[in-house]
């Protein structure tokens, strides 16, 4: 298993990941093809077993343009959960970022999604803010939650 940084050859393994994680919830192609058109800020780290994608981090740095690093999605193959994928693509992610000079992490999640609220958590992640009305598909609030380091 390992960790690399997104390549376009990656692009329709994660397309199909992310459809098999978020179902009718999943980001559209016109969305994606905007992410892919700024790969200098949109970082995605991928977790490979193998040539399989297995799980992946997506985060926006917005540098010293806002000076704080969005985390933007994640998801892992419904077969690998429960394998501490989304900590180890945290720890690569907050490592790499402060090696940028980069503090200030930010992220929402939906008030059901407990596993990912555990991995906020767990890296020591505290909720402000909850957003009524945050998401569709289906509505449901948000819980925003930062991190400084």
Same mark, same amino acid.
């Given at each position: 298993?390992?960790?690399?940084?997104?390549?376009?050859?990656?692009?329709?393994?994660?397309?199909?990941?992310?459809?098999?994680?978020?179902?009718?919830?999943?980001?559209?192609?016109?969305?994606?093809?905007?992410?892919?058109?700024?790969?200098?800020?949109?970082?995605?780290?991928?977790?490979?077993?193998?040539?399989?994608?297995?799980?992946?981090?997506?985060? #926006?740095?917005?540098? /010293?343009?806002? =000076?704080?690093?969005?985390?933007? !999605?994640?998801? &892992?193959?419904?077969?690998?959960?429960?394998?501490?994928?989304?900590?180890?693509?945290?720890?690569?992610?907050?490592?790499?970022?402060?090696?940028?000079?980069?503090?200030?992490?930010?992220?929402?999640?939906?008030?059901?999604? #407990?596993?990912?609220? /555990?991995?906020? =958590?767990?890296?020591?992640?505290? !909720?402000?803010? &909850?957003?009524?009305?945050?998401?569709?598909?289906?509505?449901?609030?948000?819980?925003?939650?930062?991190?400084?380091?």
């Amino acid at each position: 298993m390992e960790i690399v940084k997104f390549n376009l050859k990656d692009k329709n393994e994660l397309l199909e990941l992310d459809k098999e994680c978020f179902g009718v919830g999943c980001w559209d192609n016109e969305l994606w093809q905007s992410i892919l058109e700024d790969l200098e800020h949109n970082i995605i780290y991928l977790v490979k077993q193998n040539t399989e994608l297995i799980a992946y981090l997506m985060i #926006y740095n917005w540098g /010293k343009e806002r =000076n704080y690093v969005k985390i933007t !999605n994640m998801g &892992t193959k419904s077969s690998f959960r429960g394998q501490k994928l989304a900590h180890k693509l945290f720890e690569t992610m907050l490592s790499e970022m402060k090696k940028e000079g980069m503090r200030d992490f930010r992220g929402e999640t939906r008030v059901t999604n #407990y596993p990912m609220q /555990k991995v906020f =958590n767990d890296f020591d992640f505290k !909720n402000v803010e &909850t957003l009524e009305g945050y998401y569709d598909n289906p509505t449901e609030d948000a819980l925003r939650y930062h991190l400084s380091i």
